[in-house]
């Protein structure tokens, strides 16, 4: 079974610190990774998408991923309390019709 | 541009009965995937159309069936409802399919929260 690793937290950080999610999964032959916000109540809106190694910034968000080590990471710089949501880490099976898998997210509060 | 648009909101049945989901992607989009969110089990995927073809399921059982209509809408429909089927359950649409490029991501609607008692 393909599975998709997250901390389901609560992960609490003060306003302005770093908020580091993050994300292991099991197939190897995975190619694209996502990172989700699921607002309280809300449907999950794609924040980041990376598919190679290294990093990808994206103002205050920056994905890092890892395939040797199957591990991916979302970073978010100057943390403010409009970013408290659950975030949710998807990942695309192998295959050129991948199907996303998704984590069980990590709820992240950030307090003023 | 119009997001996706999910219908009805809510919904209440009761056990045994049967219930039919509505799904209207992003103009152009032609692919329509369905999930399942659970607090316990998170977000699961049923099943993804393209061009009114099944192109992908999940581990659901055939009680969860679906369909794509030529302009690209879609239905879900679940017979037999058990407690267990109480979630929401999401619409995503993307251009070319269902998260497998990161050139055509899943943009998912507000979905229709079901509860059966």
């Known amino acids: 079974q393909k599975e998709v690793e997250q901390n389901s937290g609560p992960l609490s950080v003060p306003e302005g610190a770093i908020a580091s999610l993050n994300c292991t999964y099991s197939?190897?032959?995975?190619?694209?990774f996502f990172w989700y916000r699921q607002y309280s109540g809300k449907s999950p809106e794609l924040i980041m998408f990376?598919?190679?190694?290294g990093d990808k910034e994206d103002g205050r968000f920056t994905a890092q991923l890892n395939k040797a080590s199957q591990y991916v990471s979302l970073l978010i710089r100057d943390s403010q309390p409009s970013d408290s949501a659950t975030y949710l880490c998807?990942?695309?099976?192998?295959?050129?019709?991948?199907?996303?898998?998704f984590g069980k997210g990590t709820k992240l509060s950030v307090k003023p | 541009k119009a997001g996706v648009t999910q219908t009805p909101r809510y919904l209440i049945k009761t056990r045994g009965q049967q219930v039919t989901l509505s799904c209207s992607p992003i103009?152009?989009?032609?692919?329509v995937s369905w999930y399942q969110q659970t607090p316990g089990q998170g977000l699961q995927f049923l099943f993804e159309y393209f061009s009114e073809t099944q192109r992908n399921k999940g581990n659901f059982p055939g009680r969860f069936s679906g369909r794509q209509f030529s302009n690209s809408r879609s239905e879900m429909n679940v017979s037999t409802l058990e407690l267990g089927d109480s979630a929401l359950y999401l619409c995503?649409?993307?251009?070319?399919?269902?998260?497998?490029?990161?050139?055509?991501?899943?943009?998912f609607g507000n979905g229709t929260r079901l509860t059966v008692t």
């Open positions: 197939d190897r032959g995975s190619q694209s």
């Open positions: 998807a990942v695309e099976q192998g295959g050129s019709q991948g199907n996303l898998i």
């Open positions: 990376i598919y190679s190694n």
């Open positions: 103009s152009g989009h032609r692919s």
């Open positions: 995503a649409s993307s251009l070319e399919g269902q998260g497998g490029s990161y050139n055509s991501p899943l943009h």
